[in-house]
């Protein structure tokens, strides 16, 4: 690694070399302190640098959902509100915040924002920016699937809370984090440009005039090439950049995972009356879920094989809303019984502690009246970073791990890292750590992966097994369903989990 | 701190007190007895445990014996290592935040600074006796204190001073290869002075802590931190360090010169400190990370304050 940092280094930085070799030979030597990777007005080195280099304390690559979490969290707290913070992004959104006018539709691409996410917006003083637009709180979630044998519903109140989760259009949550963060005093730089290449300075430090010296901990600093051409330093490179991360790439972090041969079609409808929770139906090729959005609109994120999901694209509107009402109600297969075991039978020892919503019959998803947007088509798969960080660089949000959208969990990981990031550098700086101390970044790393894994295997296993239609896999299923239906304690744990309260899903 | 503690350091006092004569005489027995080596001054060192550290164990600038040859000559093999995080210095890097969580808390309360603040020693002179790499040196500095790294290894001065360097922050320790008697003769004073994992190696560490008291300012800190000399910290820090899991090479550590809290606290007393807090670190195997804790029976820190003369 350290051969392929230095051939890199190499390759692009060939005339540092020279005061490399200076000061090697000598002993005791300090090392110049216009170092690579220091950056100082005066640069002459540098190859067609003409730019000042800015020194910041953190660079977040990525200046979308959670990039920007992480930003106002380290802005919020007392022990991070004095770091020198880059953004670095090309999204003009950045820059000149289009309005979100009320009158406009919902755009189609909306999160499902966890309790526990809530409030953690609440405590960094974004969840104020939400509520001024379009949101939704939905307090009733019902799960069913094409065969009929069985359902599930969750009411907020089973876990006595007032709402299981709220719906917000991503670019009201992007909004509402940009307002926060310029809310309070705080130094960040948004550079609205591309990441290009990433420099760590390894000049070799040896007491000794050996030929091989050996490397000390080398230089602090991370050299990031944008491509605009100018150039920055950070002592802790962040990478928020989505799936496709770029800093992933270049900082050399292998992944694991697999594609879904499932693609998302995702678009806004509307209905005559409210719609005040939130439906998921598992179908053959994949679940279907309606999400309130507020003011009479929904979502729709529906999974299925991308043959058909490009079909239902390119379909009239008309014929896509008899699709999918045809998919949440009529089709496939019947309702499913109310109480197909009766509230008692096998289950009536449960019955003291039975929930409010295993009293409730199955509800019919509103009718669908009208599409209100247009439909957008996202391939769906699983990945994961095998290590979240390394020196100077650590990896958040879906940068680590993708997820499948079946159980609106995605974002709500990233929230997750970023926090937990935020907290992690926060205890660093309390105890003087150099916060792009590999040791340091481990200590998030140990804190979310297990976490995050978890999740992603609960998530994977659901995908898997509502994906094949097999006589007893259906019963058995079907047995899940009235299960987590009538069995209070597993309905609570499972609310919890999903809720975010539960960091991992130990049934206690 | 618990309460049990505070009377636990409560009853030292008031034992040491009434038995101050008794104790003297048979800690001075055990002081003398204890160091089988060189008569010669104390020579700080930085050592930590049950970590691997250097193996240079008491060494003075005269006695310059085969012995210590050897010993320096194994510690300057792996003084490069010192910052290598995943080498031989593991466990004492895994260590450092905690010693530092401690210092930051009692240091905090002590000069009255907002303990939420980034950079609360502002203002402020540190020593670092025994430095070593810097370890300790340059939190401190990012925490807003003047520090100066002290160490009698002239290659462990130098690492630290390179390593230093490389952020602007700490760049400005001012590193020393020298003694704390050297420094007192200097006549130098600093608001707080830390020897952390150094008594241990000393060789008369009466004068030891005397020598760190006058390098104290009236009403100044002093933190010192060892091992305990119990069966405990015998099956811990030697048997287990040294033999068992080789974190440290065999030989680092001898138990007969650990000291007992009561021991530390009676010879800071003897050196005008009075020791205000103390607590234990201990290692939980299965996270692989220390922890601040009541334990005082394997490692432990004591904080003191210099009395004022003029109060």
């Given at each position: 690694?350290?051969?392929?940092?230095?051939?890199?280094?190499?390759?692009?930085?060939?005339?540092?070399?020279?005061?490399?070799?200076?000061?090697?030979?000598?002993?005791?030597?300090?090392?110049?302190?216009?170092?690579?990777?220091?950056?100082?007005t005066d640069h002459p080195e540098e190859q067609g640098v003409t730019n000042k280099i800015h020194q910041h304390d953190v660079a977040i690559v990525g200046g979308g959902l959670v990039g920007l979490a992480l930003a106002c969290s380290l802005a919020s707290m007392p022990l991070t509100k004095h770091l020198n913070v880059a953004i670095i992004d090309s999204n003009p959104?950045?820059?000149?915040?289009?309005?979100?006018?009320?009158?406009?539709?919902?755009?189609?691409?909306?999160?499902?924002?966890?309790?526990?996410?809530?409030?953690?917006?609440?405590?960094?003083?974004?969840?104020?920016?939400?509520?001024?637009?379009?949101?939704?709180?939905?307090?009733?979630?019902?799960?069913?699937?094409?065969?009929?044998?069985?359902?599930?519903?969750?009411?907020?109140?089973?876990?006595?809370?007032?709402?299981?989760?709220?719906?917000?259009?991503?670019?009201?949550?992007?909004?509402?984090?940009?307002?926060?963060?310029?809310?309070?005093?705080?130094?960040?730089?948004?550079?609205?440009?591309?990441?290009?290449?990433?420099?760590?300075?390894?000049?070799?430090?040896?007491?000794?005039?050996?030929?091989?010296?050996?490397?000390?901990?080398?230089?602090?600093?991370?050299?990031?090439?944008?491509?605009?051409?100018?150039?920055?330093?950070?002592?802790?490179?962040?990478?928020?950049?989505?799936?496709?991360?770029?800093?992933?790439?270049?900082?050399?972090?292998?992944?694991?995972?697999?594609?879904?041969?499932?693609?998302?079609?995702?678009?806004?409808?509307?209905?005559?009356?409210?719609?005040?929770?939130?439906?998921?139906?598992?179908?053959?090729?994949?679940?279907?879920?309606?999400?309130?959005?507020?003011?009479?609109?929904?979502?729709?994120?529906?999974?299925?094989?991308?043959?058909?999901?490009?079909?239902?694209?390119?379909?009239?509107?008309?014929?896509?809303?008899?699709?999918?009402?045809?998919?949440?109600?009529?089709?496939?297969?019947?309702?499913?019984?109310?109480?197909?075991?009766?509230?008692?039978?096998?289950?009536?020892?449960?019955?003291?502690?039975?929930?409010?919503?295993?009293?409730?019959?199955?509800?019919?998803?509103?009718?669908?009246?009208?599409?209100?947007?247009?439909?957008?088509?996202?391939?769906?798969?699983?990945?994961?970073?095998?290590?979240?960080?390394?020196?100077?660089?650590?990896?958040?949000?879906?940068?680590?791990?993708?997820?499948?959208?079946?159980?609106?969990?995605?974002?709500?990981?990233?929230?997750?890292?970023?926090?937990?990031?935020?907290?992690?550098?926060?205890?660093?700086?309390?105890?003087?750590?150099?916060?792009?101390?590999?040791?340091?970044?481990?200590?998030?790393?140990?804190?979310?992966?297990?976490?995050?894994?978890?999740?992603?295997?609960?998530?994977?296993?659901?995908?898997?097994?509502?994906?094949?239609?097999?006589?007893?896999?259906?019963?058995?299923?079907?047995?899940?369903?009235?299960?987590?239906?009538?069995?209070?304690?597993?309905?609570?744990?499972?609310?919890?989990?999903?809720?975010?309260?539960?960091?991992?899903?130990?049934?206690? | 701190?618990?309460?049990?503690?505070?009377?636990?350091?409560?009853?030292?006092?008031?034992?040491?007190?009434?038995?101050?004569?008794?104790?003297?005489?048979?800690?001075?027995?055990?002081?003398?007895?204890?160091?089988?080596?060189?008569?010669?001054?104390?020579?700080?060192?930085?050592?930590?445990?049950?970590?691997?550290?250097?193996?240079?164990?008491?060494?003075?600038?005269?006695?310059?014996?085969?012995?210590?040859?050897?010993?320096?000559?194994?510690?300057?093999?792996?003084?490069?290592?010192?910052?290598?995080?995943?080498?031989?210095?593991?466990?004492?890097?895994?260590?450092?935040?905690?010693?530092?969580?401690?210092?930051?808390?009692?240091?905090?309360?002590?000069?009255?600074?907002?303990?939420?603040?980034?950079?609360?020693?502002?203002?402020?002179?540190?020593?670092?006796?025994?430095?070593?790499?810097?370890?300790?040196?340059?939190?401190?500095?990012?925490?807003?204190?003047?520090?100066?790294?002290?160490?009698?290894?002239?290659?462990?001065?130098?690492?630290?001073?390179?390593?230093?360097?490389?952020?602007?922050?700490?760049?400005?320790?001012?590193?020393?290869?020298?003694?704390?008697?050297?420094?007192?003769?200097?006549?130098?004073?600093?608001?707080?002075?830390?020897?952390?994992?150094?008594?241990?190696?000393?060789?008369?560490?009466?004068?030891?802590?005397?020598?760190?008291?006058?390098?104290?300012?009236?009403?100044?800190?002093?933190?010192?931190?060892?091992?305990?000399?119990?069966?405990?910290?015998?099956?811990?820090?030697?048997?287990?360090?040294?033999?068992?899991?080789?974190?440290?090479?065999?030989?680092?550590?001898?138990?007969?010169?650990?000291?007992?809290?009561?021991?530390?606290?009676?010879?800071?007393?003897?050196?005008?400190?009075?020791?205000?807090?103390?607590?234990?670190?201990?290692?939980?195997?299965?996270?692989?990370?220390?922890?601040?804790?009541?334990?005082?029976?394997v490692n432990f820190i004591a904080f003191g304050t210099k009395t004022n003369p003029n109060q």
């Amino acid at each position: 690694m350290n051969r392929l940092i230095t051939r890199k280094i190499a390759e692009n930085v060939n005339c540092l070399k020279a005061p490399q070799r200076n000061f090697c030979t000598g002993v005791a030597a300090k090392i110049p302190t216009s170092n690579s990777a220091q950056p100082t007005t005066d640069h002459p080195e540098e190859q067609g640098v003409t730019n000042k280099i800015h020194q910041h304390d953190v660079a977040i690559v990525g200046g979308g959902l959670v990039g920007l979490a992480l930003a106002c969290s380290l802005a919020s707290m007392p022990l991070t509100k004095h770091l020198n913070v880059a953004i670095i992004d090309s999204n003009p959104a950045l820059f000149s915040r289009p309005s979100i006018k009320k009158e406009d539709p919902p755009d189609p691409r909306v999160s499902t924002v966890t309790p526990a996410s809530i409030s953690l917006f609440k405590d960094i003083g974004a969840w104020k920016y939400v509520e001024q637009h379009r949101h939704a709180y939905f307090d009733m979630m019902q799960v069913w699937d094409y065969t009929g044998l069985g359902y599930t519903k969750y009411n907020a109140k089973d876990a006595n809370k007032d709402y299981l989760g709220c719906v917000v259009e991503n670019r009201v949550l992007h909004s509402s984090l940009l307002s926060c963060i310029q809310d309070i005093d705080f130094q960040k730089t948004i550079y609205p440009s591309k990441l290009t290449t990433l420099h760590r300075n390894s000049s070799f430090v040896g007491v000794e005039s050996k030929s091989s010296a050996s490397p000390l901990d080398q230089g602090h600093s991370v050299k990031l090439d944008l491509s605009d051409g100018s150039s920055l330093c950070a002592k802790l490179v962040v990478g928020a950049d989505g799936s496709k991360s770029r800093i992933r790439e270049l900082a050399g972090f292998t992944t694991s995972g697999w594609s879904y041969s499932q693609n998302a079609v995702i678009c806004t409808v509307e209905h005559s009356i409210e719609n005040r929770g939130a439906w998921q139906r598992f179908l053959p090729a994949g679940p279907i879920a309606l999400l309130p959005v507020g003011d009479n609109f929904s979502n729709i994120v529906w999974t299925m094989n991308p043959k058909e999901a490009t079909d239902r694209k390119t379909m009239s509107e008309d014929d896509f809303v008899k699709d999918v009402n045809y998919a949440l109600d009529y089709g496939y297969g019947p309702h499913p019984k109310s109480s197909t075991l009766g509230n008692g039978g096998i289950l009536s020892w449960f019955k003291p502690d039975v929930t409010l919503s295993a009293a409730e019959c199955f509800e019919v998803p509103p009718k669908v009246t009208k599409l209100a947007s247009q439909r957008m088509v996202f391939p769906l798969s699983l990945m994961h970073a095998n290590n979240y960080a390394s020196k100077n660089v650590v990896l958040i949000g879906d940068a680590a791990h993708t997820v499948h959208p079946l159980a609106g969990q995605g974002v709500n990981l990233g929230f997750g890292d970023a926090f937990a990031l935020a907290k992690v550098i926060a205890e660093g700086i309390a105890v003087g750590t150099n916060i792009g101390e590999v040791s340091l970044l481990r200590k998030f790393e140990a804190e979310r992966k297990p976490a995050n894994i978890a999740m992603m295997a609960i998530l994977d296993g659901f995908q898997k097994a509502y994906s094949v239609d097999f006589g007893p896999l259906n019963i058995l299923r079907a047995a899940a369903f009235n299960g987590a239906n009538y069995i209070s304690p597993l309905k609570r744990s499972i609310i919890s989990y999903a809720s975010g309260e539960q960091k991992l899903p130990l049934f206690t | 701190m618990t309460s049990k503690l505070l009377n636990h350091l409560r009853a030292l006092h008031a034992a040491t007190n009434n038995q101050c004569r008794f104790a003297r005489s048979s800690t001075n027995l055990f002081l003398s007895s204890s160091r089988p080596f060189s008569d010669a001054p104390s020579l700080p060192q930085v050592s930590s445990t049950p970590q691997p550290q250097n193996p240079q164990s008491s060494i003075s600038f005269s006695a310059l014996s085969s012995l210590n040859q050897e010993e320096l000559a194994k510690f300057s093999a792996i003084s490069e290592t010192w910052w290598d995080s995943e080498g031989p210095f593991k466990p004492l890097h895994a260590m450092n935040p905690t010693r530092l969580a401690f210092i930051r808390s009692t240091l905090c309360r002590h000069f009255g600074r907002d303990p939420y603040s980034p950079t609360p020693f502002e203002g402020l002179k540190f020593v670092d006796v025994g430095c070593g790499g810097g370890i300790l040196s340059e939190p401190l500095a990012r925490m807003g204190a003047t520090v100066t790294g002290v160490d009698a290894v002239e290659k462990n001065i130098k690492i630290a001073r390179l390593h230093a360097d490389l952020d602007p922050l700490t760049s400005k320790i001012d590193y020393c290869c020298t003694t704390a008697e050297k420094l007192v003769e200097e006549q130098r004073s600093f608001d707080a002075v830390i020897a952390l994992e150094v008594i241990e190696h000393v060789a008369n560490p009466g004068e030891f802590c005397k020598s760190l008291s006058a390098l104290t300012v009236p009403d100044g800190a002093t933190i010192i931190s060892t091992i305990n000399r119990s069966m405990r910290a015998y099956a811990t820090a030697i048997v287990a360090a040294e033999y068992l899991l080789h974190w440290l090479p065999k030989g680092t550590h001898q138990w007969s010169s650990f000291l007992t809290p009561e021991e530390l606290v009676l010879i800071l007393q003897r050196a005008s400190i009075s020791v205000k807090e103390m607590a234990g670190f201990g290692y939980n195997h299965l996270t692989g990370r220390w922890s601040v804790c009541d334990d005082i029976s394997v490692n432990f820190i004591a904080f003191g304050t210099k009395t004022n003369p003029n109060q």
